[in-house]
T-cell receptor
Framework: NAGVTQTPKFRVLKTGQSMTLLCAQD?????MYWYRQDPGMGLRLIHY???????AKGEVPDGYNVSRLKKQNFLLGLESAAPSQTSVYFC?????????????FGPGTRLTVT | SQKIEQNSEALNIQEGKTATLTCNYT??????LQWYRQDPGRGPVFLLL?????KEKRKERLKVTFDTTLKQSLFHITASQPADSATYLC??????????FGAGTRLTVKP
């Protein structure tokens, strides 16, 4: 089992460019999450999904979009990147209702917007 | 407004001592609270979960307490080792979906 994987590991964007971060999990988990982590601020939830085809906003959703077309994948899109989106992005997953609440995290994507 | 506060940004202790980390929250009524460990450059790793009706949970050298009246959780590492050096995050969830994390406490255990 690879667990949760994230692609890419690093990326540098210019302001206004777009990109998609890919998260994949092979644990058949229902729930998936995207977080950003900034120094001194901890992890903040961007968007999450409780199942294939569903998404919901978290604490800081502005400037991001997500899609969950397949159960194992959760995509995070930046349509027009801004320097304020420079951060480390983590994806996580967990089983659905009735399962463990423990979240499994990916290794992170370090994004710099210049 | 809702807040999750972890007592200090950094904590330094001597090997063999007990480390105690604090997580306080306001304007939440969590059903459970979790603690994670994060090493530099890596994603968080789950350690322990404690439910609102549990006072204490243990796992090997780790112990977590949860006081819903004080709105506080304490995380203890007994007989600490340099390998325990990491950042520890508390997280809580009110509605089973929307997890909120504290900023973390960076623990350094000195030999």
């Amino acid at each position: 089992n690879a667990g949760v994987t994230q692609t890419p590991k690093f990326r540098v964007l210019k302001t206004g460019q777009s990109m998609t971060l890919l998260c994949a999990q092979d644990m058949n988990h229902e729930y998936m999450y995207w977080y950003r982590q900034d120094p001194g601020m901890g992890l903040r939830l961007i968007h999450y999904s409780v199942g294939e085809g569903t998404t919901a906003k978290g604490e800081v959703p502005d400037g991001y979009n997500v899609s969950r077309l397949k159960k194992q994948n959760f995509l995070l899109g930046l349509e027009s990147a801004a320097p304020s989106q420079t951060s480390v992005y983590f994806c996580a997953s967990r089983p659905g209702t009735g399962g463990s609440y423990e979240q499994y995290f990916g290794p992170g994507t370090r994004l710099t917007v210049t | 407004s809702q807040k999750i506060e972890q007592n200090s940004e950094a904590l330094n202790i001597q090997e063999g001592k007990t480390a105690t980390l604090t997580c306080n929250y306001t304007n939440y009524s969590p059903a459970y609270l979790q603690w994670y460990r994060q090493d530099p450059g890596r994603g968080p790793v789950f350690l322990l979960l404690i439910r609102e009706n549990e006072k204490e949970k243990r796992k090997e050298r780790l112990k977590v307490t949860f006081d819903t009246t004080l709105k506080q959780s304490l995380f203890h590492i007994t007989a600490s080792q340099p390998a325990d050096s990491a950042t520890y995050l508390c997280a809580l969830d009110e509605n089973n979906n929307d997890m909120r994390f504290g900023a973390g406490t960076r623990l350094t255990v000195k030999p």
